[in-house]
């Protein structure tokens, strides 16, 4: 039964990838990296919740909470709804600068504001070694879920099963196919996160008996020193990298401002799950204390509350979220190596490359995910704290003038050999996060090098007025 429904689930999804490219087959490398930014609020909306939440939700948050306690949860939730209030008015500039230089990719933009190949090409490889791991470590959580939930697959199956669906997806429909699947996949992930949360407050007698303080010391519930410290740098430094490290592939495909600004007026309400999670998360803390392996706790719940054809629901949430984030970001690895890193490509065949270098990268990952698994872990660490690199360049092209633009490139590579050191030592600074600091670095050598030898003045994209909103204008997912 499980298998039976995680199948047609996964068909269903891919039915959908098909349907949802009907119009736009032969279009160009514009229709295939970003919709030719044509997207509705609505679409953006689901294609960035489609991405922010994967699979790393259902297993990541728990586990988290599972292994850390409350702190852990307080910096999750904090860094996001942070992330929402500086999304509503950083995201815009983000689609404008893209708009004004008919950018698909991030390089573009840097390449294209600061006139500088060699800058698009050092921000092409930061951005490339961050997403290597982050598109192979969903191949890996898949493997995880599924195998916990009692689909039984081994390694190879569950890795070349999941490569071939996600290619799928890309080849037939470009980015319209995360965009739309992601609908399906936020239904079925929704469905599993509370069916599993409700099943726990029953099994439990009430949430009284999940989380409240009989049941919970003031350990697992409570922080300070270092730990509180970690919290609250981690909220602003991941809020901060949320839209200028990775938005690029949910906010290029819009087609205003407004739909920009419309959709994330909305995100929020996606965090409704988190309550579930929390319960799940609380409930293996009695249910099952000596898990060897934390991440398996939400998978462990589910599979001893819920009935086989319920636990298939679960697994099609958990299928669906891998396969589409790994979709998602092969495609944003895809433009990158096409556009430039190989810039020589001609636009009329640079869709057709873009599609071999995805199946390219997604059957490297599945061998380092097979043959590598923990080096690859590793380096998944320092996503974010590499991503963070490009957001000193990010802030000079919408808010600054007279940005040196060899001091963008040399503040990039100081900050990612800073965050390499620092995850090599492991040096702690008393609890401050160390993408902080590498980020701090970075920005030391942007603006220090750029007041003693400032470079030609640059109209800042946020000083000019390409697509404004009206100031009165309500957001709604209609724009």
Known sequence: MLIAIVAVVMAGSIGLAVWAGRSTRGGGISEFLVGGRSFPAWLVYFLAVGEVYSIGTMIGFPSGIY?????????FLGYILLAYSLGYFLAPLVWRAAKRYDAMTVPDVFGRHFGSRRLELITCVTML???????QYQFIGLQVVLSNLGLRLDPVQSVVLAGIVAFIYIAVSGVRSPAFVSILKDLFM?????????AVVIAAGGTAKVSGPE???????????SELTFAM?????Q??????GFG???VFPARSERAVKSSTVWMPMYMLIYPFLVLAAYYGVRAHPDLDNPNTVFMVTAKGLLPDWLLGLVAAGAALSGVLVLAATALTIGGMVCRNLAPNVPAAAQRRWTVVAVASFLVLAAVLTLVASTLMLTILNLTYNLLAQVVPGWLAILFVRRVRTAAVAAGMVAGVLTAIALYVTGATFGGFNAGLVSLGVNLA?????????PDVARTPVAHSAEDAPDAEAVPSLSA
């Open 67 to 75: 292994a850390h306690g409350a702190s852990y949860g307080i910096w």
């Open 129 to 135: 070694i961050a997403l290597v791991p982050w598109g």
């Open 190 to 198: 929704l469905l599993g996160v509370v069916l599993v949360g409700v």
């Open 215 to 225: 049941v919970l010391s003031a350990a697992q519930t409570t922080m300070g020193g």
């Open 233 to 237: 740098t981690t909220i602003l430094f």
């Open 239 to 244: 809020s901060i990298v949320f839209y200028l």
């Open 248 to 250: 690029g592939a949910y």
């Open 445 to 453: 050598v942007v603006v220090a090098w750029s007041l003693m030898k």
